[in-house]
C-alpha cells in the first residue's frame, strides 16, 4: 500500500510540477498584492483538485462508455506524457505556460485568475488529467487501491497550495534557474514513468 501510495503521488507530483510552475504563478498575479496573491493560490489549488477528482471519480466510466480498454489508454497516456516529459526538458513547457497566462492575465485582468489560467491549465492541465485517469483506473481492481490514488492526489494538492503560498513569501529571493533545474529532474522521472506505462499497456495486451 505505501509503495503504490509513493507511486501515485510522485506521478502527480511530478506532472503537475507545483515548483515548475512557481514562476509561472508569480507572472501572472504580479499586479496583486500579497494577501491576494494568497487567496488566489489557496482558491486555484481547490479549484484545480475538484477538476482532478472529478476525473478520478469519473475516469474509468469514461473509459467503459467509450470502450476504451485500460491497456491502449495505458499506451496512449505513456505516449503523450512522454512528450510532456520532452517539453520539460527543453523548458517549452514552462515558456509556453508562462506565455499564454501572461496574455491571458492581460486580456482578462477582472476574470478570476484562480480558475483561469491557475487552475486550467496550469495546475489541471492535459497532462495532469491524462495521468490521474490511467492512476485510478490502474487502481480501479480493489478499493483500498482506489483510495490510496485518492489520498495521494489530496496530497499533492495540499503540497501544491503549500508551494504556492511559499512562493509569494520566498518572492525576492526566489531563482528562477533552480526552479528549472528541478523541472528538469522531474522531466527525466516522468520520462522513466511514462515509458513504463508503455511497457505495462503492451504486457497487458498478452
Known sequence: ??????????????????????????AVTT?????????????????????????????????????????????????????VSLDMLSAKRQQ??????TTDNADNEGDNLAIYPLAIPMLAGPAAIISVIVVTAGFAAELSQSLIGYVALVAVMASTGLILCLTVIAESWLNE???????????????????????DGLLALK
Not at 96 to 101: G, H, M, V
Open 1 to 26: 500500500m505505501i509503495e503504490s501510495f509513493i507511486t501515485a503521488f510522485i506521478i502527480y507530483f511530478v506532472v503537475i510540477d507545483p515548483i515548475g510552475n512557481a514562476p509561472v504563478f508569480l
Open 31 to 83: 499586479a496583486q498584492t500579497r494577501r491576494q496573491k494568497y487567496r488566489t493560490a489557496i482558491e486555484a489549488t481547490l479549484f484545480a483538485s475538484f477538476i482532478m477528482l472529478f476525473f478520478a471519480l469519473c475516469g474509468a466510466w469514461v473509459l467503459a462508455y467509450l470502450k476504451i480498454t485500460q491497456p491502449a489508454f495505458k499506451i496512449a497516456g505513456g505516449i503523450i506524457l512522454f512528450m
Open 96 to 101: 509556453r505556460k508562462r506565455d499564454e497566462s
Open 177 to 199: 534557474k533552480v526552479t528549472m533545474v528541478f523541472s528538469r529532474i522531474t522531466a527525466i522521472i516522468l520520462a522513466g514513468l511514462s515509458v513504463q506505462y508503455v511497457l
